[in-house]
């Protein structure tokens, strides 16, 4: 949607961030995502001049893909996580490039984004040897950490849910 806008293809826009959940509570966040435009590398932010479409829309729709697809395909959206799965395999097995980052779904335990242990939580990772690593230290304001908490929270009642139900079988 990002390259869309701008005119680029999508490989000259690297480090969008998915948080959390793959649900409707995802939370797409391009606030250290970069892109390149005419050779020079810029912020999203900086690029679009659209705060309003970012916080709106372009969230928006990134939360309800799923659902789009399933909607105009009639059909389920496996080919989208297919998709997904095949670009996790190739990034674990090649690596991360230099700068670059990508989100992937992994046990929160001992992050340093106040997400709560024990959930299987979509976070940005560089991966190095077939290992992946939290990306550490990046800024978080406050829009970013009140959409960060609702989709940890979905999560965590998820979880609850699931502990419910099995303890019940």
Known sequence: MIALKLGVTSEDVKN?????????????????????????????????????????????????????????????SAMSAA??????????WFGTPEGEFVSMGIISDG??????????????VTIKNKTW?????????????EKMDLTAKELKEEKETAFEFLSSA
Not at 133 to 145: A, H, M, Q, T, Y
């Open 83 to 92: 998709k997904a799965i095949c670009d996790h395999v190739r990034d674990i």
């Open 111 to 124: 992050n340093s984004y106040g997400v709560p242990d024990d959930l299987l939580y979509s976070f940005p």
């Open 16 to 76: 969008v961030i998915i948080w959390g959940n793959h649900s409707s509570t995802q939370y797409p966040d391009v606030n250290h995502a970069k892109v390149k435009l005419q050779g020079k590398e810029v912020g999203v932010y900086e690029a679009l001049k659209d705060d309003s479409w970012l916080k709106g829309e372009f969230i928006t729709t990134v939360q309800q893909r799923g659902a789009s697809v399933i909607k105009a395909r009639k059909l389920s």
């Open 133 to 145: 690593k939290i990306v550490e230290g990046l800024p978080v304001n406050d829009f970013s950490r």
